[in-house]
């Protein structure tokens, strides 16, 4: 059961851009909202994260928009730059076990 | 300050062999993860370690994988035998305890031929 449903899964913009990636989630229990950026050859860094009590949280340029009725949130990055390029996790977690749950992440290019 | 450490990075092994991969998380943090990343996938938990303590090992392969975090710092994961399908990068994290934020390694890199 795929508890976090991350879409697109790939993503290509033009330098400037807005690019856009949706998550879902199922478990309502889920009370922490974690976005990931991974390099090539690179682990997963915390970029921004998002608890439900608020509706969007910005961070330079990347914000989070958060839905709680619809369980879904998003993630936009402003003025995108090719530096950017990378692949994007939406993730999860809460509940009893509290464990993190990722999504299946969307590869972004963003050309010059 | 120091980052998640893992070696080796890169690892080419045939099947039915074995292979070990070794985790120092960051100074302080009490917990410590393994994640299965298989390539177009999002990572996925393997074992997580309190101190030196199992919290959660539902979806270790037990009758291959094995995992040990002994004196609750640095950690082993261990496949014996491996199979084609455990090519994958292994990721160690940690946190300072359970519920902060999780800190990733760079991976080790197993291509299982």
């Known amino acids: 059961q795929q508890q976090v449903k991350q879409s697109p899964q790939s993503l290509i913009v033009q330098k400037g851009g807005i690019p856009i990636i949706n998550c879902a989630y199922e478990?309502?229990?889920?009370?922490?909202f974690p976005w990931y950026q991974q390099f090539p050859g690179k682990g997963p860094a915390l970029l921004i994260a998002i608890r439900p009590d608020v509706s969007e949280k910005k961070e330079g340029r990347f914000t989070i928009s958060f839905n709680k009725s619809a369980k879904q949130f998003s993630l936009h990055i402003m003025d995108s730059q090719p530096g950017d390029s990378a692949t994007y996790f939406c993730a999860a977690i809460g509940g009893s076990n509290y464990k993190l749950t990722f999504g299946k992440g969307t590869l972004l290019t963003v050309n010059p | 300050e120091a980052g998640v450490a893992q070696s080796p990075r890169y690892k080419i092994i045939e099947k039915r062999q074995s292979v070990a991969f070794w985790c120092n998380p960051i100074?302080?943090?009490?917990?410590l993860y393994w994640y299965q990343q298989i390539l177009g996938q999002g990572p996925k938990l393997l074992i997580q370690f309190q101190n030196n303590g199992v919290v959660d090992d539902s979806q270790l392969p037990k009758d291959r994988f094995s995992a040990e975090r002994l004196k609750g710092v640095d950690s082993t994961l261990k496949i014996q035998p491996a199979k084609l399908e455990d090519s994958a990068v292994y990721l160690c994290?940690?946190?300072?305890?359970?519920?902060?934020?999780?800190?990733f390694g760079e991976g080790s890199w197993l291509t299982v031929v």
């Open positions: 478990n309502t229990a889920f009370d922490y």
């Open positions: 994290a940690s946190s300072f305890n359970e519920g902060n934020t999780i800190y």
């Open positions: 100074s302080g943090h009490a917990t």
